[in-house]
């Protein structure tokens, strides 16, 4: 339903596109640049900068320089001195933020077309835009919160497993009550896979809601190593993130030993594991074919040695690790709630959440069948510069485009 929604509104809106600059007031609220999301924000300003719009961006901190044409302004430092956020506490650093963005957009009124910002910090620039008459996005780097919180919660309770209260999927009332409401306030979310696209849509949302982008990889850091295909040894599966439940580690461990892949394969991990996750895994962690990394700064290379990436997912927005891995030439292994992007059986094998028995399969055919995991992984490196950072970047800025011209129309009907 929503893919067809999508076409029909896009070639609607194909005639109305010009090449009128766009200007966008960028708002995260974190360190610009740091790791996980921070790297995700970094490379979205770099990618519209590219793209050719303007950007003025507004970050608690920033951590690494953006290029020279992007306007900065952060909001919890001024010069070298920084505002610990620890100091503040999370949410009142978060609720800092977005006062301080929201004022600044009262005298911004003109300058630009767009404000696009983060979960936990936009209840106030949200208001405050739809005041001015300024279409705003949200960016959703999860599913759902309350559908994330109710399948991590019950996989964790199925395990034993207790995560820990600062944990971002650990049950928090006024976390799921404030981005509830961001969910009302903004114009549209921006859902960087169909995973998170149907979590919405199955709480009701409608399809005219949410606009669809993606995520990418740098080509720089994530490229295959052109080594020559491997059909005869052993294969390499690299399992890479946070180890929690809402991964699906253990998954991914039941598969591997339950396939005649793992008799001279080898499976390597590479990330920490939350407390007491381990020790419920430790008889299949203990296996000679698998190979605890623990979290690892090498991540290109590991990519650029191993055959496959395994991400047995319950719950994921859109992981990076699942572009990067392609754009170094792993084929992936992937679950539906991985948000990855790719085709079952043309560039990756896909699984059901939760399925052992298939994950196992497509192990065992990989392992048995070497022509094709050079056909997928052919396949998926034809086409890994349409999931670049780059190609993010020319995405998003559509994504707004369509946004401002559709928000104009309805301007223009009222009048």
């Given at each position: 339903m929503y893919l067809q929604y999508?076409?029909?509104e896009s070639a609607k809106e194909a005639m109305h596109h010009h090449n009128d600059a766009v200007r966008v007031l960028y708002s995260y609220p974190h360190k610009l640049g740091a790791d996980r999301i921070c790297y995700t924000a970094w490379q979205q300003v770099n990618g519209l900068s590219a793209a050719g719009v303007e950007v003025l961006v507004f970050p608690g901190v920033l951590y690494i320089p953006v290029p020279a044409n992007v306007k900065v302004r952060p909001t919890?430092?001024?010069?070298?001195?920084?505002?610990?956020?620890?100091?503040?506490?999370?949410?009142?650093?978060?609720?800092?933020?977005?006062?301080?963005?929201?004022?600044r957009l009262e005298k911004l009124v003109g300058q630009i077309d767009i404000v696009h910002t983060w979960p936990g910090a936009a209840i106030r620039t949200l208001k405050t835009a739809a005041r001015l008459g300024i279409p705003t996005v949200l960016e959703r780097p999860n599913a759902h919160t309350r559908f994330a919180y109710e399948v991590v919660g019950k996989e964790c309770e199925r395990l034993g497993v207790t995560l820990p209260p600062d944990h971002e999927h650990a049950y928090k009332?006024?976390?799921?009550?404030h981005e509830e409401e961001e969910f009302r306030l903004?114009?549209?979310?921006?859902?960087?896979?169909?995973?998170?696209?149907?979590?919405?849509?199955?709480?009701?949302?409608?399809?005219?809601?949410?606009?669809?982008?993606?995520?990418?990889?740098?080509?720089?850091?994530?490229?295959?190593?052109?080594?020559?295909?491997?059909?005869?040894?052993?294969?390499?599966?690299?399992?890479?993130?946070?180890?929690?439940?809402?991964?699906?580690?253990?998954?991914?461990?039941?598969?591997?030993l339950k396939s005649p892949i793992h008799h001279d394969g080898t499976?390597?991990?590479?990330?920490?594991?939350?407390?007491?996750?381990?020790?419920?895994?430790?008889?299949?962690?203990?296996?000679?074919?698998?190979?605890?990394?623990?979290?690892?700064?090498?991540?290109?290379?590991?990519?650029?040695?191993?055959?496959?990436?395994?991400?047995?997912?319950i719950e994921e927005g859109s992981a990076l690790v699942r572009a990067e891995a392609r754009g170094s030439g792993c084929v992936l292994l992937v679950s539906e709630g991985a948000g990855a992007i790719c085709r079952h059986m043309d560039n990756a094998l896909v699984h059901e959440v939760g399925n052992v028995?298939?994950?196992?399969?497509?192990?065992?055919?990989?392992?048995?069948?070497?022509?094709?995991?050079?056909?997928?992984?052919?396949?998926?490196?034809?086409?890994?510069?349409?999931?670049t950072w780059t190609a993010a970047g020319t995405k998003l800025f559509e994504v707004y485009r369509d946004i401002i011209a559709k928000h104009r129309r309805v301007g223009a009907a009222k009048e």
């Open positions: 999508q076409k029909r919890l430092a001024w010069g070298k001195f920084r505002i610990p956020y620890r100091l503040l506490g999370h949410m009142r650093a978060l609720a800092l933020h977005d006062e301080i963005v929201s004022r009332a006024d976390v799921l009550r903004a114009d549209r979310l921006l859902c960087p896979s169909d995973f998170v696209v149907h979590s919405f849509l199955e709480r009701g949302f409608a399809p005219e809601k949410l606009a669809r982008h993606l995520y990418g990889f740098d080509q720089k850091v994530y490229f295959p190593n052109g080594r020559a295909h491997n059909t005869k040894n052993g294969l390499t599966a690299l399992f890479v993130g946070g180890c929690s439940p809402r991964k699906g580690l253990h998954y991914a461990l039941e598969a591997w499976l390597l991990i590479a990330g920490a594991f939350v407390p007491g996750y381990a020790e419920k895994l430790a008889p299949m962690l203990a296996h000679p074919s698998v190979h605890i990394l623990g979290h690892r700064n090498d991540v290109p290379e590991l990519m650029r040695r191993s055959d496959v990436l395994v991400l047995s997912s028995a298939e994950l196992a399969r497509h192990m065992t055919m990989l392992h048995e069948d070497r022509r094709l995991l050079q056909r997928l992984r052919a396949s998926s490196l034809s086409t890994a510069n349409e999931i």
